[in-house]
């Protein structure tokens, strides 16, 4: 995984091809061409060829052709969690189209960071933090906690996130809060 000028980068729900995902999530795309176009050019905008992409799940709904296309047009060592639309292909062959890696459960990360499709159950007392996707624009669920980061890409602008961003923004979140989860005055 390269030299020290190499970043790490979290996405979710991509949904490649999907145009239901457009009306169901009110993204800001005409056609799911519009939106491949735009997600493929904002992830090549930030990744660099010797950086890792985690993509915690539900990648792409096209065939292999197209999904072979698009990963390899796609900058940097991708690493897929299967989310629950992945599933119609095994890791195997996820790897065989493009991705580096492929594992089906959620990954500990740094050994205090889980990374996972779904949301993981977190109290405050657990000494983890959760980096996940496919709850969209759910708004019952928070964007950013102390312990958790939500990378779907309706909530992170369409645009992998580094791990060092993801982070900060943790910590800011933590900081505007008491223990007890009020805002600060």
């Known amino acids: 995984m390269g030299g020290s000028n190499t970043k790490t980068f979290f996405i979710a729900d991509l949904h490649f091809g999907d145009e239901r995902i457009i009306s169901y999530e009110n993204r800001p795309f005409a056609s799911a061409e519009e939106m491949d176009r735009q ?6 905008s930030v990744v660099e060829d010797g950086d890792t992409v985690f993509v915690l799940g539900d990648f ?6 197209k999904d072979r296309e698009i990963l390899a047009s796609l900058h940097g060592r991708k690493t897929l969690i299967l989310g629950n639309h992945d599933r119609h292909r095994d890791c195997e062959q996820w790897r065989n189209l493009g991705f580096s890696e492929c594992v089906e459960w959620p990954v500990l990360y740094r050994e205090f960071f889980i ?3 779904e949301p993981v159950y977190l109290n405050a007392n657990m000494p983890y933090a959760n980096f996940y996707g496919h709850v969209h624009n759910n708004p019952s669920y928070k964007s950013v906690s102390g312990q958790s980061f939500c990378v779907s890409a309706e909530r992170i602008g369409y645009t992998p996130v580094t791990f060092e961003e993801i982070c900060e923004r943790c910590r800011e979140e933590e900081k505007s809060h008491d223990m007890f989860g009020m805002e600060e005055t």
């Not at 792409?60 to 052709?65: F, K």
């Open 39 to 44: 997600m493929i050019a904002n992830w090549n």
């Open 60 to 65: 792409s709904c096209y065939g292999e052709d």
């Open 115 to 117: 990374l996972s499709h």
